[in-house]
């Protein structure tokens, strides 16, 4: 499942580690109150003088807003990276100041909460949209253990929000890149009755281990495992968004709950329809709230085989 | 069960439940590598499959990164692995 030539996208953060701490000391300071108003400068100068930067938020704007150019363009880009850059103040602020510092409501909550309990193991699939520690935060509640499929690249200087508070990660952290893509840790912890969370946006390995579906009108292959972990397990997929709705306002929205049926697992093609569930789910989302899928790099570049 | 037999087993398993095409079960040597470019070329989403046909052939379940590294090498470390846990 993982090779590192194979990625095309890097976890590492844009910025000078002083730059992070500087957002660290505001947060500390006035909360985000005092952070947010910081990041235009900090924004706009990426925005102007950084034209990689710029870049490397038209791939999928390009793709949601066909034909847009100029100052449109360039306002479009501004709202993604600006959404980003709230979602990482908003991260250290959980980390920082505590959960309750964000307003966070679930809706589905309990439905969830059913699917965990029900001891058939439970698959969250997210995606780099809005702040998803505003989600995890509430995966406490849960009663079963979380593990996280969660990949930190060497250079990374953006703390995760518990290392703000000096705590032990509160989730069992299983590494893509270890022996078999931590595929043996999650069958266990699935088997086990236990919460695996994967995401579901960002390819981690090889061609054959991904299935190419049609996004915003062009094919992109998105990673399999966790669609072959559900068929194989029988553990059901959570689809979960955490949108901001507000300057400390999240919801989660449970967007669909997949259950794989054992027999599809192989061949690998036969769970392209339950993938592309995902995707269609991704893309009303894009609609909805298009400046908080936090895409940074071109997905669409790999085109599938004739 | 008599070793050799266990090893056919798994090969037999392998072929069938993992569809491998184009390959016999004479085909695959007893320490040939299971994974990885060289011997039988499995990647990580047949390690997912192949780990729950274990648990459900043999009763015997590959826990970690640890115990898998050691298991899946070949087929003469998985059945040592299975034999080491029914014993």
């Not at chain 1, 940074?296 to 085109?303: A, G, L």
């Not at chain 2, 590294?69 to 846990?85: K, P, Q, T, V």
Request: overall charge negative.
């Amino acid at each position: 499942m993982t090779s590192e030539n194979e990625k095309k996208w890097s976890s590492r953060s844009v910025g000078a580690p002083w730059q992070h701490r500087f957002f660290y000391f505001l947060i500390r300071l006035g909360g985000r109150h005092i952070a947010y108003p910081f990041l235009y400068p900090v924004v706009l100068y990426y925005l102007l003088f950084k034209p990689e930067e710029r870049r490397k938020s038209r791939y999928y704007l390009e793709r949601r807003f066909p034909g847009r150019q100029g100052f449109a363009a360039l306002r479009d880009s501004f709202r993604m990276i600006m959404g980003l850059s709230r979602s990482l103040v908003d991260r250290a602020l959980v980390g920082i100041c505590g959960p309750e510092i964000l307003h966070t409501e679930f809706p589905e909550g309990r439905r969830l909460a059913e699917l965990a309990a029900a001891d058939e193991g439970l698959i969250i699939l997210t995606t780099h949209v809005g702040c998803w520690q505003a989600a995890m935060v509430y995966l406490s509640k849960l009663k079963r253990p979380v593990h996280m499929l969660m990949q930190q690249d060497e250079g990374d200087i953006d703390r995760h929000y518990f290392e703000h508070s000096g705590q032990e990660n509160p989730y069992r952290t299983i590494d893509p890149t270890g022996f078999l893509g931590g595929t043996l840790e999650m069958v266990a912890a699935l088997n086990r009755g236990e919460i695996v969370s994967i995401m579901g946006d960002r390819r981690q390995g090889a061609e054959e281990n991904s299935l190419a579906v049609d996004f915003l009108g062009a094919p992109v292959h998105f990673p399999a495992a966790a669609w072959k972990l559900a068929a194989v397990t029988g553990a059901p997929i959570a689809i979960l968004f955490p949108i901001k709705t507000g300057p400390d306002r999240y919801r989660i929205e449970l967007a669909e709950v997949i259950k794989v049926p054992k027999q599809e697992s192989r061949p690998l093609k036969r769970l392209t329809p339950y993938l592309t569930r995902y995707v269609r789910t991704l893309e009303n989302l894009c609609t909805k709230e298009p400046y908080q899928f936090f895409n940074f790099y071109d997905m669409w570049e790999e085109q599938p085989k004739p | 069960m008599h070793e050799t037999g266990l090893r056919e087993q798994l090969k037999k398993i392998i072929i069938e439940e993992l569809n491998l095409e184009d390959i016999e079960v004479l085909d695959i040597k007893d320490d040939d590598p299971l994974f990885g470019d060289e011997g039988l070329g499995l990647d990580s989403l047949d390690a997912v499959e192949l780990v729950v046909l274990i648990q459900k052939h043999f009763a015997v379940e590959i826990k970690d990164m640890e115990e898998g590294r050691e298991a899946l090498a070949s087929i003469n470390s998985l059945a040592d692995f299975i034999d080491n846990r029914r014993a």
